[in-house]
């Protein structure tokens, strides 16, 4: 498949509008915020991040992006806010994904892969927007690891119940 660069960037910014219960974020929250994951320089953690749009009656509307894989940089204090800085691991999509792009110097149109594009630094100011850990390795995580982590997400969040009843099927060998 052959995509241009814009789609390319589209497909690593995967993000989608939700409405949470202010209690159901507030557990979240306790749980997961950042600052209690105690992630450390060079390690690989688990991440998502929401940026607040507004409050309505029923809980949070926020803006959610996919969970990914990132190896941490650094973090520090800006205006009373932390400031987390770190680099996403590449996906095994980027592997297989090639791309079209007209060169600046000839007009002519080349083919490039997607993990050939060189990593930039991201960086969230935990201020109005929030981050959530769901998982730290010192080293890079199994599919069976990450698997367990993106479980926890609000990407991907189930209901009480839900997680219940799998755990029982699981229990009874009905899964």
Not at 97 to 123: F, M, N, P
Request: glycine fraction near 4%; charged fraction near 35%; hydrophobic fraction near 35%.
């Amino acid at each position: 498949m052959i995509l241009t660069k814009e789609q390319i960037a589209e497909k690593r910014i995967n993000s989608k509008v939700i409405t949470v219960d202010k209690h159901i974020m507030k557990k979240h929250n306790d749980k997961y915020d950042f600052l209690k994951a105690k992630v450390n320089t060079g390690k690989f953690f688990l991440y998502e991040i929401t940026e607040s749009i507004k409050v309505v009656e029923e809980g949070y509307v926020e803006r959610l992006y996919y969970p990914k894989l990132g190896l941490h940089i650094d973090d520090y204090i800006v205006d009373m806010a932390v400031e987390v800085e770190w680099v996403d691991v590449r996906r095994t999509w980027e592997n297989n994904t090639q791309y079209e792009y007209i060169s600046e110097y000839d007009g002519k149109t080349y083919k490039s892969w997607a993990d050939d594009e060189r990593t930039e630094l991201r960086s969230c100011i935990c201020w109005d927007d929030s981050m959530y850990v769901y998982g730290v390795w010192d080293v890079k995580p199994t599919w069976k690891e990450l698997k367990l982590a993106y479980q926890q997400t609000l990407w991907f969040r189930r209901t009480e119940q839900e997680i219940r009843d799998i755990k029982l099927s699981s229990i009874l060998g009905k899964v």
